[in-house]
């Protein structure tokens, strides 16, 4: 292994670290949006943020070694769109998957794929 491969090597693990370090903080932060739009009058813009933090998790988190995660985010971001332009407030059955995937995927982040 050349110095330069293992200098790309060191900066993916560092990478690779810190992804791991800041999962939790970015859990919680959907934890809190989710909670913040299941609230009446279920604003529009807890929803829009809910949807942000989604996607950005539904894109890292294969490349960081979270795939399963990532898909349970995919799924939430897809079940999550059709919200965003609708004025009417989501029904009963939408909370509860939204809630199952919340804990599905708190469940998924706390435990990395395997290699």
């Given at each position: 292994?050349?110095?330069?491969?293992?200098?790309?090597n060191?900066r993916?693990?560092?990478?690779?670290?810190?992804?791991?370090?800041q999962?939790?903080e970015?859990i919680?932060?959907?934890?809190?949006q989710?909670?913040a739009?299941?609230?009446?009058?279920h604003?529009?813009?807890a929803?829009q943020?809910l949807?942000?933090?989604?996607?950005?998790?539904?894109?890292?988190?294969?490349?960081?070694?979270?795939?399963?995660?990532?898909?349970?985010a995919?799924?939430?971001?897809?079940?999550?769109?059709?919200?965003?332009s609708?004025?009417?407030?989501p029904?009963?059955?939408?909370?509860?998957?939204?809630?199952?995937?919340?804990?599905?995927l708190?469940r998924?982040?706390?435990?990395?794929?395997?290699?």
């Open positions: 292994m050349t110095q330069q491969d293992e200098s790309i060191t993916l693990n560092e990478l690779n670290a810190n992804y791991r370090q999962l939790p970015r919680t932060d959907i934890k809190l989710f909670e739009y299941c609230l009446p009058p604003s529009s813009a929803l943020n949807h942000r933090v989604l996607h950005k998790l539904a894109g890292s988190g294969a490349a960081f070694g979270h795939a399963k995660m990532g898909n349970i995919r799924h939430w971001e897809h079940l999550a769109y059709p919200l965003l609708l004025s009417a407030p029904s009963i059955s939408q909370l509860q998957e939204m809630e199952e995937l919340m804990a599905q708190s998924a982040a706390a435990y990395p794929d395997e290699s």
